[in-house]
């Protein structure tokens, strides 16, 4: 039987690190192959204020997820995004996906 398959559709910067990174521990972890896509295929970038600083002090990412965060970036997955503009792509090889939210402005564009 096949690894049920997972896209993480994200914004291509200003996410929020956790809520990327704890489903993606999990989803690897359960066996699930997982894909990254953004709007331009490329590798997508976390709102920086959730993980130094002030606000990432109070509201960010725990010193744990930092480390997933990155040990995620370094990832094949995370480094060879899709493009969901691209002609072609679609969502019906995926049995689930994902959409990270975030705080930063960026989040929302794309």
Not at 90 to 109: R, T
Request: with cysteine; charged share 20%.
């Amino acid at each position: 039987m096949a690894a049920p398959k997972v896209l993480i559709m994200m914004s291509g910067a200003g996410h929020d690190p956790t809520e990327t990174t704890v489903p993606y521990a999990a989803f690897k972890e359960a066996g699930f192959t997982v894909r990254f896509a953004t709007g331009t295929g490329k590798t997508p970038e976390c709102d920086k204020r959730m993980m130094e600083g002030v606000t990432g002090k109070l509201l960010g990412a725990t010193a744990a997820v930092v480390k997933q965060y990155k040990a995620m970036l370094e990832s094949d997955e995370a480094r060879n995004p899709l493009s969901w503009t691209a002609p072609g792509f679609s969502l019906y090889e995926y049995n689930l996906v994902l959409v990270p939210g975030g705080h930063d402005k960026a989040v929302h564009v794309g």
